[in-house]
């Protein structure tokens, strides 16, 4: 029988894995509105997440105390160095579980709600393994 640490394992990595997952949206995010408009606020991110302006400031703030973001009042939001790693390293999670459900056959929309969760979730070592499903199937549906 496995002892009590050994079966708590899973849960602790669920609540790492939910510590960080509002960051990774955030930096995702703030990484796509200045690709976009070459600019984010507050205002932007309230907009994008549904979210009151009181909100996305506590969680700018502390994003910035975690050494992510960079801002002052009335300024717009910049992801630092580490922000921007943190950005594409989520956006890389986001693109390889979407592409690895869309091979599966699950619809765009779909596969794009469903990847928003899953990966804050998956193990690199999965990740990997979708990534590689993910292309021997879109291979296989190309014919190549």
């Known amino acids: 029988m496995p002892k009590s640490h050994e079966k708590s394992a899973p849960h602790r990595r669920t609540r790492r894995d939910h510590a960080t997952e509002t960051a990774e949206d955030y930096v995702e995010a703030i990484a796509e509105a200045h690709e976009r408009t070459g600019t984010c606020r507050v205002r932007d991110l309230s907009l994008h997440f549904g979210v009151s302006h009181v909100t996305v400031t506590r969680i700018v703030a502390r994003l910035q105390s975690e050494g992510l973001v960079e801002t002052a009042p009335y ?34 929309e779909t596969a794009a709600i469903d990847a928003e969760g899953i990966e804050h979730h998956v193990s690199p070592q999965t990740l990997a393994r979708f990534e590689e499903l993910a292309r021997l199937n879109e291979s296989a549906a190309t014919g190549e």
């Open 75 to 108: 300024r717009p939001v910049q992801l630092t160095v580490r922000g921007k790693r943190l950005a594409t390293k989520s956006r890389k999670q986001h693109e390889i579980v979407y592409r690895f459900l869309v091979s599966l056959g699950i619809d765009a």
